[in-house]
T-cell receptor, first 114, second 108 residues
Framework: NAGVMQNPRHLVRRRGQEARLRCSPM?????VYWYRQLPEEGLKFMVY????????ESGMPKERFSAEFPKEGPSILRIQQVVRGDSAAYFC????????????FGEGSRLTVL | QQPVQSPQAVILREGEDAVINCSSS?????VHWYRQKHGEAPVFLMI?????EQMRHEKISASFNEKKQQSSLYLTASQLSYSGTYFC?????????FGDGTTLTVKP
């Protein structure tokens, strides 16, 4: 009975490197959301995806960040040329429906940029 | 537009009550409440749909007034385990946005 699985749980990168964060939604869920959380702050929406489609990416920085949710495999949040300001916890959530269903969150991926 | 929560922080003694408010400048069709403990993932508490219904999760209840575009979370006879940050969330065309959170600290 797997919930939302995120990996890696912790990732350390040097400035300029790439970070790839993976999220496998709960079984049967086709809606995936990515959020960024800085220490002691709230959950900031980044992107909402359904299988093979980006529905809303209004919270994604226009450069260096991209997300995908392929037909097969996990959703991936990719950050290119990381900077220190990218250090944060990145949470993935999934839901069954689009408008009323609850979100199930993964344990998060904590990115540290040196 | 993200919902607005108040207060930002609450400190209680065990057994005391608290209310956390959530309001939106946009029409609300549903409101979700989540609790996040330090270093952990947010956990779903309850969802409220149009109709002003109240929901309960243990001794935590909530109301939703879609006309006022507000929801309130009521924590009754708080327990130490209630400590954490509470987020309200709203959904619009599938996208879920959250308030900045209310940090609740329950002391013995």
């Amino acid at each position: 009975n797997a919930g939302v699985m995120q990996n890696p749980r912790h990732l350390v990168r040097r400035r300029g490197q790439e970070a790839r964060l993976r999220c496998s939604p709960m079984k049967g869920h086709s809606h995936v959301y990515w959020y960024r959380q800085l220490p002691e702050e709230g959950l900031k929406f980044m992107v909402y995806l359904q299988k093979e489609n980006i529905i809303d990416e209004s919270g994604m920085p226009k450069e260096r960040f991209s997300a995908e949710f392929p037909k097969e495999g996990p959703s991936i949040l990719r950050i290119q040329q990381v900077v220190r300001g990218d250090s944060a916890a990145y949470f993935c959530a999934s839901s069954l429906g689009s408008d009323t269903g609850e979100l199930f969150f993964g344990e998060g991926s904590r990115l540290t940029v040196l | 537009q993200q919902p607005v929560q108040s207060p930002q922080a609450v400190i209680l003694r065990e057994g005391e009550d608290a209310v956390i408010n959530c309001s939106s400048s946009k029409a609300l069709y549903s409101v979700h409440w989540y609790r996040q403990k330090h270093g952990e993932a947010p956990v779903f508490l309850m969802i409220l749909l149009k109709g002003g219904e109240q929901m309960r999760h243990e001794k935590i209840s909530a109301s939703f007034n879609e006309k006022k575009q507000q929801s309130s979370l009521y924590l009754t006879a708080s327990q130490l385990s209630y400590s954490g940050t509470y987020f309200c969330g709203t959904r619009d065309a599938g996208k879920s946005t959250f308030g900045d959170g209310t940090t609740l600290t329950v002391k013995p």
